[in-house]
């Protein structure tokens, strides 16, 4: 059904940052118009649902540009411990005992979970990983999927894996990139094997990249260079390539990474959790550098709640800078929506534009906490919470809406979500 949105506050995040008072008219899944007064001729009206937004914020929906939605079901396993000791020591074995019934659950849980704080695409590597895309199908979210990738046996099989998930996978709302896992779980050799596969399948890489100072130090040992001039050397730089974290790069790989246009995807929550510190994002922007943002993992972070992560992204910048001016809100809000879609070469989404997708999200703007509103983009990023979102739309289509997901049987996915911990506790 089409959508006339009444009356709104519109963050448009367009490339003049307007923020406007007005309708928006969403059509066949698209932004037909944006205008102070929109009325519909009679015999339209009753096929249009028609929402008030006069106490309503709109705007693109958040694109959650880093994730393993596969891993939600590890929420709370392992936490207060260092990257290695808890991704080789705990995360690791435990993985073994997801299945892919567990992994498309555990996909579910993290959609749900993500539909309703406000994210309508997010970035994923998993195992698994036809099963997120399945869930990804049944709820109508959007996508950006990889089959991690790591040197063993195993190796050609998941690059089997993920030619499959292309073949099967690929629409409007999917899209499948290669996903190496990281430059100390791939050889050089298949680094190097999937910046060919990237270009062939005319498709993008993501990879986690300089997230500790151990990665950097191995990397130097092993290489005598960073791991950005290796990916660099390996050729990942000459497809559209996602770097997650990029948290130890030197002016030199920042200079690359502008170059080269790799985005980079913050990850303050992870970073921090992790003991691995905070990514120069004010030093990469600067240099041109497109930072876009992403949670991690539930495992990690320890939610997907993308309304979070801006706050946290942003006051941890000002903080490490000692520069309260930098990252404002509407920087934020555009690394969350703009530069996460430019990120992955996707050009319909993530700015409320005439002709782009209805990727929308309608926040409450008169809840308790919202309140006064001298500046609707401040109170977004800085003040707002996942109890605020009104509705989140996907292509036209409201999956979310006052307290109800449309897509998602939330009673069966607990009851799911429940036995699957009690196998789990029990397994590990
Ligand atoms: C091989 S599928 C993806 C793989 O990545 C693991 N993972 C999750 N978060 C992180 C992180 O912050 N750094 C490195 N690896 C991470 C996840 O557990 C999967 O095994
Ligand atoms: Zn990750």
């Not at 709370?76 to 991704?87: G, N, Q, V």
């Amino acid at each position: 059904m089409d959508i006339l949105i009444k009356n709104a506050t519109i963050i448009t995040c367009n490339a003049q940052n307007e923020v406007l008072k007005g309708d928006i008219l969403i059509r066949s899944g698209k932004i037909a118009r944006i205008a102070e007064n929109i009325d519909l001729p009679v015999y339209e009206a009753s096929s249009v649902k028609i929402i008030e937004g006069k106490n309503l914020i709109a705007l693109p929906g958040l694109i959650n540009a880093h994730t393993h939605c596969g891993q939600t079901v590890l929420r709370s396993f392992a936490d207060d411990m260092p990257l290695y000791e808890w991704l080789f020591e705990k995360i690791f074995p435990a993985e073994e005992k997801l299945t892919k019934e567990i992994v498309y659950f555990s996909s579910l849980l993290g959609i749900a979970e993500m539909l309703k704080s406000g994210t309508t695409m997010f970035y994923d590597m998993y195992f698994h990983e036809d099963m997120t895309a399945k869930a990804v199908q049944a709820t109508g979210i959007k996508a950006v999927l990889s089959r991690g990738l790591q040197t063993d046996e195993k190796e050609s099989l998941r690059l089997d894996e993920t030619r499959e998930l292309i073949y099967n996978y690929s629409s409007d709302r999917i899209k499948v990139f290669f996903g190496p896992h990281s430059i100390y779980t791939c050889s050089y050799e298949l680094l190097e094997k999937v910046a060919r596969l990237a270009q062939e399948f005319k498709t993008g890489v993501m990879i986690h990249l300089s997230e500790s100072e151990n990665e950097v130090n191995t990397c130097y040992e092993r290489y005598d260079m960073s791991p950005v001039k290796l990916c660099n050397q390996a050729g990942l730089f000459d497809t559209v390539c996602i770097a997650a974290h990029c948290v130890y790069v030197d002016d030199e790989d920042i200079e690359i990474m502008a170059e080269k246009d790799v985005s980079c995807v913050y990850n303050p929550t992870s970073n921090l959790k992790l003991g691995n510190g905070f990514a120069p994002v004010y030093s990469m922007i600067s240099s041109g550098v497109n930072v876009a943002i992403g949670t991690d993992s539930a495992a990690s972070n320890n939610n997907l709640n993308m309304l979070e992560e801006m706050h946290i992204a942003s006051l941890l910048e000002k903080g490490v800078y000692r520069l309260p001016d930098i990252l404002n809100a509407r920087q934020i809000l555009k690394m969350a929506t703009a530069n996460a879609a430019m990120a992955a070469g996707i050009n319909n989404t993530g700015v409320i534009q005439e002709g782009f997708c209805a990727d929308i999200v309608l926040l409450k703007a008169d809840d308790i906490n919202m309140l006064p509103c001298y500046n609707p983009v401040s109170n977004v990023v800085y003040s707002s919470n996942p109890s605020n979102v009104y509705a989140t739309i996907v292509d036209g289509q409201i999956l979310y809406m006052d307290g109800k997901l449309f897509t998602v049987d939330e009673e069966a996915l607990v009851k799911e979500i429940k036995s699957i911990e009690k196998y789990l506790k029990e397994g590990i």
